[in-house]
């Protein structure tokens, strides 16, 4: 079973220039998360969607940050524009909905990130 | 909001030697899972616990849930270089539908 995907592993841009990053989730799994790490710290939620709503958009800097969930599988966050601080990976996550969810067990499955570099 | 806190921030040990590491949580946890990134990889589960005093043991790895649910520690018996990476806490105080990550604890293991 392929895991989820992440695309760019890496990114460079320069401060003010816009950056998208991609994430195709799990097969099934309907809940589908964006995190932030900076390093050295654990993961910072930024958006989380269940289906193609999302439920918890709380944590993400809607001037310059939106994400999107289109028909409620693969999903893209953009910057625009980016800062020097936004350099950090940014993670996606999936997972069945809730504990005990049709058998889930709650478990996060993670990419492997998108390393973005603002200079 | 809610907050995770881990102790410690680092720790180094010799091959052989124990670890714990530990994660208090600011508000009653509904449940708290664990997880592992190794350096330059991506967090990867290792348990759920969802029971006040659960404990659960995989291999040289046992895991415990606090009778208030609001703690849980991690220790792993006689570490093995294998064992090297970050351990994050991450607890839910929803029933899994937002989980908050602690800092982390970031374990060297010195052969």
């Known amino acids: 079973e392929a895991g989820v995907v992440q695309s760019p592993r890496y990114k460079i841009i320069e401060k003010k220039q816009p950056v998208a990053f991609w994430c195709n989730p799990i097969?099934?799994?309907?809940?589908l998360y964006w995190y932030l790490q900076n390093l050295g710290q654990g993961p910072e939620l930024l958006i989380r969607y269940e289906n193609e709503e999302a439920v918890d958009d709380s944590q993400l800097p809607k001037d310059r940050f939106s994400a999107e969930r289109l028909k409620g599988v693969d999903s893209t966050l953009k910057i625009q524009p980016a800062e020097l601080g936004d350099s950090a990976v940014y993670l996606c996550?999936?997972?069945?909905?809730?504990?005990?969810?049709?058998?889930?067990?709650?478990?996060?499955?993670f990419g492997e990130g998108s390393r973005l570099t603002v200079l | 909001g809610q907050q995770v806190m881990q102790i410690p921030q680092y720790q180094h040990v010799q091959e052989g030697e124990d670890f714990t590491t530990y994660c208090n949580s600011s508000t009653t946890l509904s449940n708290i899972q664990w997880y592992k990134q190794r350096p330059g990889g991506h967090p990867v589960f290792l348990i759920q616990?969802?029971?006040?005093?659960e404990v659960k043991k995989q291999k040289r790895l046992t895991f415990q849930f606090g009778e208030a649910k609001k703690n849980s520690s991690l220790h792993i018996t006689a570490t093995q270089t294998t064992d090297v990476g970050t351990y994050f806490c991450a607890g839910s105080d929803n029933y899994g539908q937002n989980f908050v990550f602690g800092p982390g604890t970031r374990l060297s293991v010195l052969p």
């Open positions: 616990l969802v029971k006040s005093g």
């Open positions: 097969s099934g799994h309907n809940t």
């Open positions: 996550a999936s997972s069945l909905s809730g504990l005990g969810w049709q058998g889930s067990t709650g478990e996060l499955f």
